[in-house]
């Protein structure tokens, strides 16, 4: 059965940066398009990144354009997100997504609070 299991989350000052990762097992990863999503208290979960399978392709939501970059390592079996320019809007609970066809995988969720 396959496992994500994301890390570094946390809080942080308006401006500073954090780094998730996501470990994965269970499963064959370097088949799988790679994502993360958020959800802000009372809003709908959020597409926010994506990497497909071999790395060569990302794309990101308007809202973190030019400030959050995610990347895979397919040896570690791990994605990462680098977000830099934090804003107390990003304050979310950030989840990892794992699909290829009808297999889907979800991380239980890191906490990133963004406040002075």
């Known amino acids: 059965q396959g496992q994500l299991v994301e890390s570094g989350g946390g809080l942080v000052q308006p401006g500073g940066s954090l780094r998730l990762s996501c470990a994965a097992s269970?499963?064959?990863?370097?088949?799988?398009?790679m994502s993360w999503y958020r959800q802000a208290p009372g809003k709908e979960r959020e597409l926010i990144a994506t990497v497909t399978s071999t790395g060569g392709s990302m794309n990101y939501a308007d809202s973190v354009k030019g400030r959050f970059t995610m990347s895979r390592d397919n040896a570690k079996n791990t994605v990462y997100l680098q977000m830099n320019s934090l804003k107390p809007e990003d304050t979310a609970v950030y989840y990892c997504?794992?699909?290829?066809?009808?297999?889907?995988?979800w991380g239980q969720g890191t906490q990133v609070t963004v406040s002075s």
């Open positions: 269970g499963f064959t990863f370097s088949r799988y398009t």
């Open positions: 997504y794992a699909g290829w066809f009808t297999y889907r995988y």
